[in-house]
T-cell receptor, first 110, second 113 residues
Framework: GQSLEQPSEVTAVEGAIVQINCTYQ??????LSWYQQHDGGAPTFLSY????GLEETGRFSSFLSRSDSYGYLLLQELQMKDSASYFC???????????FGAGTTVTVRA | EAQVTQNPRYLITVTGKKLTVTCSQN?????MSWYRQDPGLGLRQIYY???????DKGDVPEGYKVSRKEKRNFPLILESPSPNQTSLYFC????????????FGPGTRLTVL
């Protein structure tokens, strides 16, 4: 399937800002989604970018640049509860399959 | 409460013994899919269904079967499980249109000995 690349791990302290990049190899997709998964839990939807630009939802923001073939999730004012894995995902045009990145494990330290 | 349910949550079985993992959603979603999650590989789509009687392969369909006889149910069938199918399985549903938010079930941890 199509591949999405993310860093495998990020560590930061409480109150810091973390940016998780997601790069891809194709331009034909409907939009970029982000999901959060706590250890032992199910993935839950965080945000979606249909168009280029920034989408803000509280402490979390997501950005998409189709011309640069990448997006990112920005986690601000990090809290211990933000320790989790974060996945980017796309549905490519002409194909109803959904592809996820391998995920980025964020560890927040006191 | 809107939800996706899966059963069983945990299953240990032996090679070759047919099994079915059930998935049900109460949101009237058209799109349903199955994923497996393995360390370092993220979520990989096994099969998906756009509607009743419409199913298609995802990225890793080998060794699995699905059916969609009713809109709310989407069972995953392993006819002859093998140890390489030991994994964490998630069922998900969505309305199918943008933003195409996937609602995941709680997961089924399968071990094939």
């Amino acid at each position: 399937g199509q591949s999405l690349e993310q860093p495998s791990e990020v560590t930061a302290v409480e109150g810091a800002i973390v940016q998780i990049n997601c790069t891809y190899q194709t331009s034909g997709f409907y939009g970029l989604s982000w999901y959060q998964q706590h250890d032992g839990g199910a993935p839950t939807f965080l945000s979606y970018n249909a168009l280029d630009g920034l989408e803000e939802t509280g402490r979390f923001s997501s950005f998409l640049s189709r011309s640069d073939s990448y997006g990112y999730l920005l986690l601000q004012e990090l809290q211990m509860k933000d320790s989790a894995s974060y996945f980017c995902a796309v549905r490519f045009r002409g194909d109803y399959k959904l592809s996820f990145g391998a995920g980025t494990t964020v560890t927040v330290r006191a | 409460e809107a939800q996706v349910t899966q059963n069983p949550r945990y299953l240990i079985t032996v090679t070759g013994k047919k099994l079915t993992v059930t998935c049900s959603q109460n949101m009237n979603h058209e799109y349903m899919s199955w994923y497996r999650q393995d360390p370092g590989l993220g979520l990989r789509q096994i099969y998906y269904s756009m509607n009743v009687e419409v199913t298609d392969k995802g990225d890793v369909p080998e060794g699995y079967k699905v059916s969609r006889k009713e809109k709310r149910n989407f069972p995953l069938i392993l006819e002859s499980p093998s140890p390489n199918q030991t994994s964490l399985y998630f069922c998900a549903s969505s309305s199918g249109g943008p933003p195409d938010t996937q609602y995941f079930g709680p997961g089924t941890r399968l071990t094939v000995l």
